[in-house]
């Protein structure tokens, strides 16, 4: 509660709704086990906390850090946060997807534009500061960002693709349980 919000379940929620939800979870789930391979899954929900409607808790499962955020890294870190749409897409179609459970988009613009100003699609943003309020992309900056934000969804939707049974199955658990610790 401390650090999520108030658990309040959402009544009445549609069936539908519900599936679209536990997608989405699931397809966040799948991306840490395969994205992540280092980290561990302490909790999968779908009820609400805060401003989320379900999230998916995970933390490093080694004992060092790894301070240092390579390119590789941020992709995979990106290819997290895209699953949860990806999941959405391949469960429950590309016209049924929704805005997105809770911060997922704004941590997308956000991450890519940190790669971006630390120069990860090339020279585009090396220099651009880190006051993002103030600043507006530059076009080619603005395509790469575009690219690796397409190029990652692809990868997860075709990793969600990959595991289809497990996500089948994990939605199911969350339809009928909520909540997998």
């Given at each position: 509660?401390?650090?999520m919000g108030l658990r309040s379940p959402i009544k009445n929620l549609a069936k539908e709704d519900k599936y679209r939800?536990?997608?989405?979870?699931?397809?966040?789930?799948?991306?840490i086990r395969i994205y992540r391979p280092h980290y561990r899954i302490s909790r999968i929900t779908v009820i609400r906390q805060g401003g989320a409607l379900g999230h998916v808790m995970s933390y490093p499962a080694v004992e060092e850090y790894d301070y240092m955020n390579t390119y590789d890294n941020m992709q995979n870190n990106l290819r997290v946060a895209v699953a949860g749409k990806a999941g959405e897409m391949e469960f429950c179609g590309v016209n049924?997807?929704?805005?997105?459970v809770g911060g997922d988009f704004a941590f997308i613009r956000g991450h890519l534009?940190?790669?971006a100003n630390?120069?990860?699609f090339g020279p585009l943003g090396a220099n651009m500061g880190t006051d993002i309020?103030?600043?507006?992309?530059?076009?080619?900056?603005?395509?790469?960002?575009?690219?690796?934000?397409?190029l990652a969804l692809e990868d997860a939707r075709m990793m969600v693709r990959a595991n289809r049974e497990m996500g089948e199955a994990l939605i199911n658990i969350l339809m009928v349980k909520n909540e997998l610790l």
């Open positions: 509660e401390h650090e939800l536990c997608a989405h979870e699931a397809g966040h789930a799948i991306a049924e997807q929704t805005l997105g534009w940190q790669m630390a120069g990860m309020s103030n600043m507006s992309p530059t076009k080619e900056m603005r395509d790469a960002m575009e690219e690796a934000f397409r």
